[in-house]
T-cell receptor
């Protein structure tokens, strides 16, 4: 089974609808992230959470909200979807302890398979 | 100016060729850089870290030039399976900042 899962994998919706994308992980990581990817723009950070009580805005948080329901679950919501939110959305996780066993500055991020969202 | 910039390509090369990608970054205070690999429509996966002294992993070599603020990735003896998009990443302020990616296509 995959360590980081996203549901749904594909979604087509209409302008103005509320959409929730869900992310679950079995890696036991504290840190979770939501990114969107658009052609020619790379991945951009929407929101991130370093633990259950910690939520932070990323580069492009407008129009989005998140909920960290548990250590293993991090949901992204579009309250009123608009066409320019059509994109590929990735959830990612990272641990708070580096590979060497120390609290390193960087910890590899593990990505879910992505959700392809189309807003008509 | 984008924080991390890459030539989007595509780079079309024959099997066995050597190919190099460059990436520039704007934050002179950045300390950590990485290359991620992304196959078509799939999730990115860490390929390798980039150290000041340069590092090598098999056919892959990563270099960092702080004076010119660029990072490079060299792939020797290209394989068909190397076809993918390569993402240059700056770890700044506790977050990953991605370049737009460079597409590589290795042909038989």
């Amino acid at each position: 089974d995959a360590d980081v899962t996203q549901t749904p994998r594909n979604r087509i919706t209409k302008t103005g609808k509320r959409i929730m994308l869900e992310c679950s992980q079995t890696k036991g990581h504290d840190r979770m992230y939501w990114y969107r990817q658009d052609p020619g723009l790379g991945l951009r950070l929407i929101y991130y959470s370093f633990d259950v009580k910690d939520i932070n805005k990323g580069e492009i948080s407008d129009g989005y909200s998140v909920s960290r329901q548990a250590q293993a679950k991090f949901s992204l919501s579009l309250e009123s979807a608009i066409p320019n939110q059509t994109a590929l959305y990735f959830c990612a996780t990272s641990g708070n302890v580096g590979a060497s066993g120390s609290q390193s500055l960087y910890n590899e991020q593990f990505f879910g398979p992505g959700t392809r969202l189309t807003v008509l | 100016r984008k924080e991390v910039e890459q030539d989007p390509g595509p780079f079309n090369v024959p099997e066995g060729a050597t190919v190099a990608f460059n990436c520039t970054y704007s934050n002179s205070a950045s300390q950590s850089f990485f290359w991620y690999r992304q196959d078509c429509r799939k999730e990115p996966k860490l390929l390798m870290s980039v150290y000041s002294s340069g590092n090598e992993d098999g056919r892959f070599t990563a270099q960092l030039n702080r004076a010119s603020q660029y990072i490079s990735l060299l792939i020797r003896d290209s394989k068909l399976s190397d076809s993918a998009t390569y993402l240059c990443v700056d770890f700044g302020g506790g977050k990953l900042i991605f370049g737009q990616g460079t597409e590589l296509s290795v042909k038989p």
